[in-house]
């Protein structure tokens, strides 16, 4: 089984940079599409970004398209979520996990455990 540690989280100042990185361990790392979710306080764990394995073809939801860059290195087992201009509304724990082509807007993560995620606060 895949084992997943988030880290990189914080508190940032709104329009200020993070870089999630999420250590995979326990599997064939680079067989696997890989996604960062989120879940603020009082919502669901939503995908925010995503990743293919095969050619590194990446995802975005609407809302952090332009702000958010997912890469991943496969000799390091390890994915990262680049984010620039952070918004408050972007404050939230973290998650990296498999998730299965094709990625959407609802796409939740594969079967097996979640890491403990990073926490993100965003202030105004």
């Known amino acids: 089984q895949v084992q997943l540690v988030e880290s990189g989280g914080g508190l940032v100042q709104a329009g200020g940079s993070l870089r999630l990185s999420c250590a995979c361990s326990g599997g064939t790392f680079s067989v696997y599409h890989m996604g960062w979710f989120r879940r603020a306080p009082g919502k669901e764990r939503d995908l925010v970004a995503a990743?293919?394995?095969?050619?590194?073809?990446?995802y975005y939801v609407d809302s952090v398209k332009g702000r958010f860059t997912i890469s991943r290195d496969n000799d390091k087992n390890t994915v990262y979520l680049q984010m620039n201009s952070l918004k408050p509304e972007g404050t939230a724990v973290y998650y990296c996990?498999?998730?299965?082509?094709?990625?959407?807007?609802?796409?939740?993560?594969?079967?097996?455990?979640w890491g403990q995620g990073t926490k993100v606060t965003v202030s105004t």
């Open positions: 990743i293919t394995w095969t050619d590194g073809k990446p």
């Open positions: 996990k498999e998730v299965l082509w094709p990625f959407s807007a609802s796409s939740k993560g594969t079967f097996g455990s």
